[in-house]
């Protein structure tokens, strides 16, 4: 694959995931005398991410006509729209993709008349077949019946275990179908899912608005994911706890913290350090394991070797997952943040447990001892890294005075994500804020290059926004995407 239709796919299945929370299927059997197009527009209105037309009894020329109508109103609400097994139809009025079903048209088939660039959707209901249809180039999966349902005949429900066992078999986005509604949507919780797709909990209601609404306000509690960042605190705000706490609420997860170290600092330099003990650092991981597990960590200043033995002693404990490592030993400025036992303490214990670390250009350096002045250097040293830790590696090249592109290395070998450089001083809390963001999409159920590539775009977005603050290097706009300073 090359690496331009890999970035695509990447920015593409981010899109996706956004799109797919709330996914409504149309049935205009439950409309009586209402147009089809009214409903569909009263479902946008109340908060519908994706719309799905579905028509088995209409000929060509009306069904082509629906779609153009269905397909104009879901872009003016910057929602993706989708048609129900027929390619002819999707291409004809081109449409964003198309779902098929197990017994419809293959799914390579499908994919090659769609082209790479459409959304495929398939509908699975045993692991085997979600696996099938992720190889062969479905987007996401449809699975289900999730419960009993009268909007498809002969639609047999798939128990919650084997609802579990296909999203965590997958890498791509699964959505949830059959007989859902308000009553009881909340009894998927813990699955994993992406989404639930609805068609009579929203067409056969009595006021489509209303009911779409109910059930967005539900589905944004029951996919909220939660995500733990271990650092040190910022009393300006712009890097560490502070910082990451943030950057995960604005990439749309829970965020909680573990303090490693109190720090008197603002944007020209830090004036004092106040560590935690290793006996309150634990007390503080129990405390939130024991009672919202985290979808995902993130580490970023540890401070000491003790305390770096607390975090990988209750990692392991907990099995934590999608941890995210952040090597915060030097600074921007140069400055050694970590003493020599420290780092390797870091290497030694973090390291093996990471799902990812982040280290910058010198940190790459102060850990592999070589020297790097390009990107084939990068990748030597990445490859050094993966290969000595057995984790992935993001090798960022935020201090490359050319471009902002990062390595990310994995066992499958490396994949260059192309970063625009933003012409801002005002870079303090850079390092913590991208580890941040890759953590809460991790805990969002992305994939590695997906959580990476929307983190990345998340800090474009950061630093563009231009804040400026402070009498040094300031700090992000980490609001940018939820809201504008005076």
């Known amino acids: 694959m090359s690496l331009s239709l890999c970035q695509n796919n990447i920015t593409k299945a981010c899109a996706l995931r956004k799109a797919l929370p709330l996914y409504a299927i149309t049935d205009r059997r439950w409309l009586g005398d209402k147009p089809l197009a009214q409903a569909v527009k009263e479902a946008l209105l109340g908060g519908v991410t994706m719309i799905q037309l579905r028509e088995k009894n209409l000929d060509t020329d009306c069904f082509l006509q629906e779609a153009q109508r269905i397909k104009a109103l879901c872009h003016a ?33 499908a994919r090659a008349l769609l082209g790479p660039n459409k959304i495929l959707g398939v509908s699975a209901k045993t692991t085997a077949q979600a696996l099938a249809a992720e190889n062969d180039g479905a987007d996401y999966l449809g699975v289900g019946a999730v419960f009993p349902t009268d909007s498809k005949a002969n639609a047999s429900e798939i128990s919650h275990n084997e609802l579990q066992r296909i999203c965590a078999a ?24 992406s989404g639930a797709a609805v068609i009579s909990a929203i067409f056969a209601a009595p ?3 209303a009911a779409a609404t109910r059930l967005r306000q539900r589905l944004s509690a029951l996919l909220t994911k939660t995500a ?33 170290a ?81 780092i390797t303490a870091l290497k030694e214990q973090l390291f093996p447990l990471a799902t990812l670390i982040t280290p910058n250009l010198k940190e790459t350096e102060a850990l592999t001892g070589l020297s790097i002045a390009n990107k084939a250097d990068m990748e030597t040293a990445a ?52 580890s941040a963001a890759i953590a ?21 977005g950061a630093l ?23």
């Open 77 to 109: 609400f910057n929602v993706p729209f989708i048609v129900n097994d027929n390619i002819g139809i999707a291409l004809a009025c081109d449409a964003d993709g198309v779902h098929i079903g197990q017994q419809d048209m293959a799914v390579k088939e």
């Open 170 to 193: 997958v890498s791509i986005p699964v959505v949830a179908i059959g007989g859902i509604n308000e009553k009881n949507i909340s009894k998927l919780q813990h699955s994993s899912i």
């Open 207 to 209: 006021d489509i608005r």
């Open 228 to 260: 733990l960042t271990i650092a040190g605190s910022d009393a300006s705000g712009g890097a560490g706890i502070q910082a990451d706490l943030k950057t995960m609420l604005a990439c749309g997860v829970y965020g909680m913290s573990a303090i490693t």
């Open 262 to 342: 109190l720090t008197a600092q603002n944007t020209t330099g830090v004036a004092g350090v106040s560590p935690s003990t290793p006996d309150f650092l634990s007390a503080q991981l129990d405390s939130i394991f024991d009672d919202i597990f985290p979808d995902a960590v993130k580490t970023g200043m540890v401070f000491s070797t003790p305390l770096i033995a607390v975090i990988a002693g209750r990692l392991r404990h907990y099995q934590a997952k999608n941890i995210v490592v952040d090597p915060v030993m030097i600074a921007t400025s140069g400055a050694h943040l970590l003493s020599t036992d420290a």
């Open 383 to 434: 490859r050094k890294l993966q290969a000595a830790y057995g984790c992935n590696v993001l090798c960022k090249g935020g201090h490359r005075p050319t471009d902002a592109d990062d390595l990310l290395y994995t066992a499958d070998g490396p994949l260059w994500l192309p970063g625009r450089r933003v012409d801002n001083p005002n870079t303090h809390g850079t390092g913590c804020t991208l």
């Open 440 to 460: 809460a999409h991790l805990a969002k159920g992305y994939s590695l290059p997906q959580a990476v590539q929307a983190a990345k775009d998340y800090l474009t």
């Open 464 to 486: 563009t926004a231009g804040l400026n603050l402070g009498h040094g290097a300031g700090p992000l706009h980490h609001g940018w995407q939820l809201c504008k300073f005076p």
